[in-house]
């Protein structure tokens, strides 16, 4: 599979969920055994948010052993998420790798909370998602821009989802692939209420 077809693969499944009509069905006891007795053979890694609304299988009408999944809050590409997103292209060879924000993230939402008062957070760990997710923050915390709370915060999912794209990009095993054509990084955002997954231009 190519990255385009994995890709083409990922929109027609969206659709699908988005007019009500998934084709995925729940695995038999026969493919559970067949897929405990064979490597899996994902089309696609995806990192996207621990929200418990953002289910890739689902959204993307997939069957169980089609996606190679990281859910991390926020979708931060942190070495241990791109380690992983490294081990799936090169033990499985996934030819797409798709980072998906989120409307409406509360991992987005604290980090802006962060910035316009520091030191509203004290855990070091959540502190270091935020940190992951400041530098797409930064550009729109200043209140004096003009934007509403909801408006700032729909501009740092798509400007976070960028970033982590980007860092992937950069990242020197997965940079070798994309200049051969064996691999696709692309971002995205999941609209809670539509249902819909909006690619953008990296």
């Known amino acids: 599979m190519t990255p385009q077809e994995s890709l083409d693969q990922l929109i027609a499944g969206n659709q699908r969920f988005v007019s009500g009509n998934p084709t995925a069905q729940p695995l ?12 899996p053979a994902p089309i696609a890694t ?16 997939q ?15 942190n070495p241990s998420n791109i380690g992983s997103i490294e081990f799936s292209v090169a033990s499985f060879g ?3 790798v798709l980072v998906i924000g989120h409307s409406k993230c509360v991992a987005v939402q604290t980090t802006l909370e962060e910035l316009k008062k520091p030191g509203t957070h004290t855990s070091e760990n959540i502190l270091a998602i935020i940190n992951e997710i400041r530098p797409a923050a930064e550009p729109y915390a200043d209140p004096t821009l003009p934007h509403t709370e909801h408006e700032r915060s729909e501009h740092v999912v ?21 200049s051969r054509g064996e691999l696709m990084i692309a971002a995205a955002e999941y609209d809670l209420e539509s249902g819909a997954v909006e690619l953008f231009e990296l």
């Not at 038999?28 to 490597?39: C, D, F, K, V, W």
């Not at 980007?166 to 990242?171: A, Q």
């Open 28 to 39: 038999t006891q026969s493919q559970r055994h067949a897929l405990s007795r064979n490597a």
């Open 158 to 178: 798509r400007a976070n989802a960028l970033h982590a794209a980007h860092r992937l990009e950069n990242t020197e095993s997965l940079a070798q692939r994309v």
């Open 46 to 61: 995806i990192l996207t948010c621990s929200d418990a609304r953002v289910v890739p299988e689902t959204l993307f009408d």
């Open 63 to 77: 069957n169980v052993g089609t996606l190679f999944t990281i859910r991390v809050a926020g979708n931060i590409a």
């Open 94 to 96: 996934t030819p797409l």
